[in-house]
Antibody
């Protein structure tokens, strides 16, 4: 079964750091680009970051540049999101997703992990 | 930045046809995808490349994209289709999602 399993969420104080992980199974993750998407409580989906198959092409949404770092370890079938200088507005469920097809749609998605930034 | 606009909610009676629109500048020149999200669950793709259905998605889901508007159509809507729906497109190297539409089946 093709799936993405996430870990690493939790409660962190403002200004703190957290690293999210996303581990792939059922497929060769090195063959696929990946993204992170987040969803604040009661809000819509917001794209966070993109990484190419080899990790040499990376994009971020403007509001997260300089604070978030996406990376991957293809030997471990894993994707990461290092989040620094966290703010209350970063509180959200974070999803990883595989990019598939010629037109780059997203399937599957991880189960999501909640990040709460609060003192 | 590129924006995609969706109505906040759409209501439909069971068995009827629901249409959810997604508007963006020259959206028809891009490919649109649609994601269904039920409460407490991760999004699931229901339409990709404007009008294609992934395996396992019922035939009652269809899509179109032309001009400035992409449309997700659900024919013979069922109670289980009640969910939030998000359109999505790529703008250069950025992923853009619409604000989401809550489909209410009543």
């Amino acid at each position: 079964e093709v799936q993405l399993v996430q870990s690493g969420g939790g409660l962190v104080q403002p200004g703190g750091s957290l690293r999210l992980s996303c581990t792939a199974s059922g497929f060769t993750s090195s063959s696929y680009a990946m993204i992170w998407v987040r969803q604040a409580p009661g809000k819509g989906l917001e794209w966070v970051s993109y990484i190419s198959t080899g990790g040499n092409t990376i994009y971020y949404t403007d509001s997260m540049k300089g604070r978030f770092t996406i990376s991957r370890d293809n030997a471990k079938n894993s994707l990461y999101l290092q989040m620094n200088s966290l703010r209350s507005e970063d509180t959200a469920v974070y999803y990883c997703a595989r990019i598939v097809g010629e037109t780059n749609w997203f399937d599957p998605w991880g189960q999501g992990t909640l990040v709460t930034v609060s003192s | 930045s590129y924006d995609l606009t969706q109505p906040p909610s759409v209501s439909v009676s069971p068995g009827q046809t629901a249409s959810i629109t997604c508007s963006g500048d020259k959206l028809g020149d891009k490919y649109a995808s649609w994601y269904q999200q039920k409460p407490g669950q991760s999004p699931v793709v229901v339409i990709y490349q404007d009008r294609k259905r992934p395996s396992g998605i019922p035939e009652r889901f269809s899509g179109s994209n032309s001009g400035n508007t992409a449309t997700l159509t659900i024919s013979g809507t069922q109670d289980m289709d009640e969910a939030d729906y998000y359109c999505q497109a790529w703008d250069s190297s950025s992923v853009v999602f619409g604000g989401g539409t809550k489909l209410i089946v009543l």
